[in-house]
């Protein structure tokens, strides 16, 4: 897994370790980049040099196979160049991406080199990307959810997972676009209003069940009631978002 550090616990790397953590995995944890962050928003963020993360990547993958691969925050477009590199190597590890460009809060966290870099190089090598309603609308160019996805899948995009946790309403609908004629969606309760590192957490929760031998589908239903109950029991850790109780213990 590859994402950012949020010295404030709430998202980024520490989410992707819990939620892996809790699922039965063992995380292989690289930072991109560090941020100054607390639970209201990010506020800077500084990318760890590419060649280093290189160097964390070839000394890992001599040592322990890898049965999937998070990214998150990946900090500027010289870093997505060293995981395509690496990717390529590695065909058949399910890659889940969470394109992240903004914090909930409204902070950046990618620039546009950044995007540019995801959307053609890094998008095609992903099983699935997992935009939230901004991210789609940005990285599809269309404010319509749908067009947004269909347009990053005729680029190259094996499948879109639309997240609604952003949205509003009385559930959060997930929707997954591939190829197939129809989408699919799943639903949830929304509880509450916004929570810092959900998007972190369905992602990597994702890939944890995908490295678990899930498929695509049942990964996602996992995934989705994991996150479910972990804001059930979110956490007041600071002034701004509450923060999902990624701990809780889970029958698989």
């Known amino acids: 897994m590859l994402s950012g550090l949020d010295p404030s616990g709430g998202a980024g790397i520490q989410a992707d370790i819990q939620a892996c ?14 941020t100054v962050q607390d639970t209201v928003n990010v506020y800077e963020a500084e990318a760890v040099d590419a060649e280093l993360i290189r160097r ?32 390529k190597d590695y065909p058949d590890a ?6 992240v460009i903004k914090a909930a809060g409204g902070g950046d966290l990618a620039d546009t080199e950044l995007v540019k870099a995801m959307k053609e190089r890094l998008f095609p090598l992903a099983e699935m990307i997992t ?3 901004e991210e789609l609308a940005i990285l599809g160019d269309d404010a319509n ?9 005729d680029a190259g ?20 676009f591939n190829h197939a ?3 699919m969606s799943w639903e949830v309760e929304r509880v509450g209003g916004v929570y810092h590192g959900t998007g972190c957490t369905l992602a990597a929760a ?9 498929s695509p589908r049942a990964a996602i239903s996992q995934a989705q009631n994991y996150v479910h109950r972990a804001i059930l029991h979110a956490l007041e850790v600071g002034k701004g978002q509450p923060v999902p109780d990624r701990g809780i213990p889970w029958e698989r």
């Open 21 to 34: 953590t809790s699922l039965g995995c063992h995380p292989l944890p690289v930072v991109t980049c560090l």
């Open 56 to 87: 964390q990547l070839t000394c890992l993958v001599g040592d322990t196979p890898i049965h999937a691969v998070k990214t998150g925050a990946l900090g500027n477009a010289a870093i997505v160049d060293v995981l395509v590199d690496f990717l």
């Open 94 to 99: 399910p890659v889940i991406t969470d394109p």
């Open 131 to 133: 935009p939230n309603g």
């Open 145 to 153: 959810p749908e067009l947004a996805a269909r347009k990053l899948l």
């Open 157 to 176: 995009c094996s499948s879109v997972l639309a997240t609604g946790g952003h949205g509003t309403g009385i559930h959060i609908t997930n929707t997954l």
């Open 181 to 183: 004629p129809e989408p």
């Open 206 to 214: 994702i890939a944890a069940g995908r490295a678990c031998g899930l």
